[in-house]
């Protein structure tokens, strides 16, 4: 496609829309935000009943945060509100990497 003098005012509210969109994207990255951290859809249960509801799920998009920390092959990761910086919960993983195979 061939853009041939000026937007139009359908393209700009588009370009406007991908730009405003993909600064959210970075904000969201950057500030922890749980929808960017690759949570998976079963550990959004923010109130700890067991089921996830919608209302659960947005809030990931706005009102939760994680922070990571990795100590040696113990990965954790801390879910907090955003708004008050109280503690939701903390999931811990332990990985372990293969071992390098032996040259002869």
Same mark, same amino acid.
């Given at each position: 496609m061939i853009l041939s003098g000026r937007f139009s005012r359908r393209r700009k509210m588009l370009l406007a829309i991908v730009v405003v969109?993909?600064? @959210? %994207? *970075? &904000?969201? @990255? &950057? $500030? *922890?935000?749980a929808i960017?951290?690759?949570? /998976? /859809? #079963?550990?959004?249960? @923010?109130? *700890?009943?067991?089921?996830? $509801? !919608?209302? /659960?799920? @947005?809030? +990931?998009? &706005?009102? %939760? *945060? %994680? +922070? #990571?920390?990795q100590n040696g092959p113990r990965e954790c990761s801390t879910f907090y509100w955003r708004s008050s910086g109280a503690q939701? !919960?903390?999931?811990? #993983? $332990? $990985?372990f990497k293969a071992a390098p195979a032996e040259k002869k």
């Open positions: 969109l993909l600064a @959210w %994207v *970075g &904000y969201a @990255w &950057y $500030t *922890g935000i960017t951290q690759g949570i /998976e /859809e #079963r550990d959004m249960d @923010w109130n *700890g009943d067991g089921q996830v $509801t !919608r209302d /659960e799920i @947005w809030q +990931s998009f &706005y009102a %939760v *945060g %994680v +922070s #990571r920390t939701i !919960r903390v999931d811990c #993983r $332990t $990985t």
